[in-house]
């Protein structure tokens, strides 16, 4: 590669769980890659929420948006509906679609027209979901065990124990689901940090190793 090059767009897959180590910046890993004349100027950041460990509490409340939160030129809307069709299934009717979960004892949707507007669902049950939850939501969305690697996919997942949230946009790069989702993120990493406080011979297998 050209040292000539002065830019380069680096794609962030987010990891799902705390990591209490001591990381390089973006620009040091960039440049112990393809050297020191290299400079990143833009960071793409996605989110994957696919290794959540499923014993880690997340608490169902704490991650719709409040009033306000999302971002400007986004209205509330009733008239919004899921982007795809495996996803407007699961809204209607998940008991159908997937027997083996049963009925949620609570859904909602929040909504969402302007700009590059969307729906965000949760679904929450009165019991753990099955082993293989994950597997079987992602084969309705998706077609396949888990979303395909490295796709920006209308429907994005997060699996907890007992609940569950889909995002459905039709611009899977939505600057209102992209706000969310680091929402997300940042209350998954609390939760998670708290767990392990909480639990601390259980999160020794999810710590990453310092370096």
């Known amino acids: 590669m050209s ?6 767009v680096v794609l ?31 960071v793409t950041t996605r989110y994957d929420f696919s290794g959540i460990a499923r014993e880690i509490t997340l608490p169902f409340d704490r991650f719709r948006y409040q009033q306000g939160e999302q971002p400007a030129g986004y209205v509330e809307s009733k008239s919004m509906k899921p982007a795809t069709p495996a996803a407007q ?24 027209s302007g700009k590059e507007g969307g729906v965000i669902m949760y679904f929450r ?30 429907d994005d997942l997060l699996l907890s124990d007992d609940w569950c949230m889909i ?27 708290r767990w392990m406080d909480a639990n601390p011979e259980k999160a020794k297998k999810y710590l990453q190793p310092k370096k």
């Open 125 to 154: 049950w009165a019991k753990p979901l099955p082993v293989d939850a994950r597997k079987v939501v992602c084969k309705v969305l998706y077609g396949q065990d888990e979303k395909p690697f490295g796709a920006d996919t209308k």
């Open 89 to 112: 299934k699961l809204w209607n009717n998940w008991a159908k679609v997937l027997p083996s979960f049963g009925a949620p004892s609570q859904k909602l949707m929040q909504s969402y």
């Open 12 to 42: 962030l897959a987010a990891a799902s769980l705390v990591g209490r180590a001591q990381n390089p910046s973006i620009q040091q890993k960039v440049e112990q890659q393809l050297g020191k004349n290299v400079t990143v100027k833009e």
């Open 3 to 8: 040292n000539s090059i002065n830019w380069v």
């Open 167 to 193: 995002w459905s946009f039709a611009k899977p790069m939505s600057e209102l689901k992209q706000a969310h989702q680091k929402r997300t993120f940042d209350i998954v990493n609390q939760e998670a940090s």
